[in-house]
């Protein structure tokens, strides 16, 4: 056990923004992160594996998963469903571990206003433009052009939820926004690392201070 809570970090993007490969750079700076897994009942693309970057599951099991209170959060995005399942973070938040979640606004939503919201760091990656949002999408070759036409289509519905996250990101160039993200964490951390031990430190200096007169 330790006396640190892990936090909970929040990568939110319009899709094609960059979220996922920042996601997968963070884990390999650091792998004590973990990465929340969700459940999505969307096919999965070519590459994908189940387990590691999603739980393929279908309609009947994400609704039965989430009637039975398993979720943390969940969303219906792009006419589907997804959701972060709870027992994994709260295993892993209690053992001090870090978690990061590559979710949409919605979700970073209930996170923030449930219990771990104090817990939560929340950072919005915004794309340099529109015309490269879209680029992004096709050079990614995974979807279809109906299937990234209507991702375009919710990419504001998405951005416009910006100013809510902790830290907003313009993900121009990729690895200037990999350091920011990780200057970001480390200072995080020692944000919350020292927080307990503040009030004690704040007290003595109080003492000290009396002592003064
Ligand atoms: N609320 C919520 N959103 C999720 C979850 N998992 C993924 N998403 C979001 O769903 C959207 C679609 O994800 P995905 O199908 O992987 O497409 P991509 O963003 O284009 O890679 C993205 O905004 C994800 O961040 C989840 O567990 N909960
Ligand atoms: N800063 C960047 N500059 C150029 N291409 C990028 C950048 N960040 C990501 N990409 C590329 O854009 C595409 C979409 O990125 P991805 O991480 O899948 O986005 P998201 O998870 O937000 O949908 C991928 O092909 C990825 O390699």
Redesign the pocket.
């Given at each position: 056990m330790t006396d640190r809570r892990g936090l909970l970090i929040i990568?939110s993007?319009?899709?094609?923004?960059?979220?996922?490969?920042?996601?997968?750079q963070l884990m390999a700076w650091d792998p004590s992160l973990k990465f929340s897994v969700s459940a999505t009942t969307r096919d999965p693309r070519e590459g994908e594996v189940d387990k590691r970057d999603y739980f393929f599951v279908s309609e009947a099991d994400f609704r039965k998963a989430v009637s039975q209170g398993e979720m943390l959060e969940h969303a219906h995005v792009f006419g589907n469903n997804y959701g972060s399942p709870k027992s994994p973070v709260e295993a892993a938040i209690g053992a001090g571990r870090d978690v990061l979640f590559?979710i949409d606004w919605q979700g970073a939503q209930q996170i923030r206003t449930s219990a771990l919201g104090p817990y939560t760091l929340s950072i919005f990656?915004l794309p340099?433009s529109i015309p490269?949002l879209h680029?992004?999408?096709i050079?990614?070759?995974?979807d279809t052009t109906e299937t990234i036409a209507k991702?375009m289509r919710k990419s504001w519905d998405e951005i416009s939820h910006w100013d809510g996250y902790d830290y907003v990101l313009v993900?121009?160039?990729?690895?200037e926004?990999e350091e920011k993200l990780k200057t970001i964490i480390k200072a995080e951390r020692m944000r919350v690392a020292q927080q307990p031990r503040l009030s004690d430190h704040v007290r003595r200096l109080q003492t000290e201070f009396e002592e003064l007169k």
């Amino acid at each position: 056990m330790t006396d640190r809570r892990g936090l909970l970090i929040i990568l939110s993007s319009p899709s094609g923004a960059g979220k996922s490969t920042l996601a997968k750079q963070l884990m390999a700076w650091d792998p004590s992160l973990k990465f929340s897994v969700s459940a999505t009942t969307r096919d999965p693309r070519e590459g994908e594996v189940d387990k590691r970057d999603y739980f393929f599951v279908s309609e009947a099991d994400f609704r039965k998963a989430v009637s039975q209170g398993e979720m943390l959060e969940h969303a219906h995005v792009f006419g589907n469903n997804y959701g972060s399942p709870k027992s994994p973070v709260e295993a892993a938040i209690g053992a001090g571990r870090d978690v990061l979640f590559d979710i949409d606004w919605q979700g970073a939503q209930q996170i923030r206003t449930s219990a771990l919201g104090p817990y939560t760091l929340s950072i919005f990656i915004l794309p340099p433009s529109i015309p490269e949002l879209h680029r992004r999408l096709i050079s990614r070759g995974q979807d279809t052009t109906e299937t990234i036409a209507k991702r375009m289509r919710k990419s504001w519905d998405e951005i416009s939820h910006w100013d809510g996250y902790d830290y907003v990101l313009v993900n121009d160039s990729l690895e200037e926004t990999e350091e920011k993200l990780k200057t970001i964490i480390k200072a995080e951390r020692m944000r919350v690392a020292q927080q307990p031990r503040l009030s004690d430190h704040v007290r003595r200096l109080q003492t000290e201070f009396e002592e003064l007169k």
